[in-house]
């Protein structure tokens, strides 16, 4: 099994920003693409941004140009910087790991059902 767990999630003004950090453990040689994903209230949970083992990363339209996600090779820990945020942004933000590549991933027609492993979440909240 994978453990993952969330952190840096905080209230902050539109236009600032945040950094959140996934802490991954257990059976990490088993995962291939990580990811972001967020859910507001009962809306649909949305992929945000994901990155395969070769670095490569894709992004959702609503967050490109604005959030960046990261891996740090060594300790396999996930991050994602998010930059000019805006009140959509509000939403709890959910790490996860899939044991196939997130070109895999991004291609199916909802990238949280390609997942396998799941954080409980960090709570982002934008005000205006």
């Known amino acids: 099994q994978v453990h993952l767990v969330e952190s840096g999630g905080n209230s902050v003004q539109a236009g600032g920003s945040l950094r959140l950090s996934c802490a991954p453990s257990?059976?990490?040689?088993?995962?291939?693409?990580m990811g972001w994903f967020r859910q507001d209230g009962g809306k649909e949970r949305e992929g945000v941004a994901v990155v395969d083992s070769d670095g490569a990363t894709t992004y959702a339209d609503s967050v490109k140009g604005r959030f960046t996600i990261s891996k740090d090779g060594a300790k396999n820990t996930l991050y994602l910087q998010m930059n000019n945020l805006e009140p959509e942004d509000t939403a709890m933000y959910y790490c996860?790991?899939?044991?196939?590549?997130?070109?895999?991933?991004?291609?199916?027609?909802?990238?949280?059902?390609?997942?396998?492993?799941w954080g409980k979440g960090t709570l982002v909240t934008i005000s205006s």
């Open positions: 257990g059976r990490t040689d088993s995962t291939y693409c």
């Open positions: 996860a790991a899939a044991a196939i590549s997130c070109s895999t991933v991004v291609a199916g027609r909802r990238w949280d059902y390609g997942m396998d492993y």
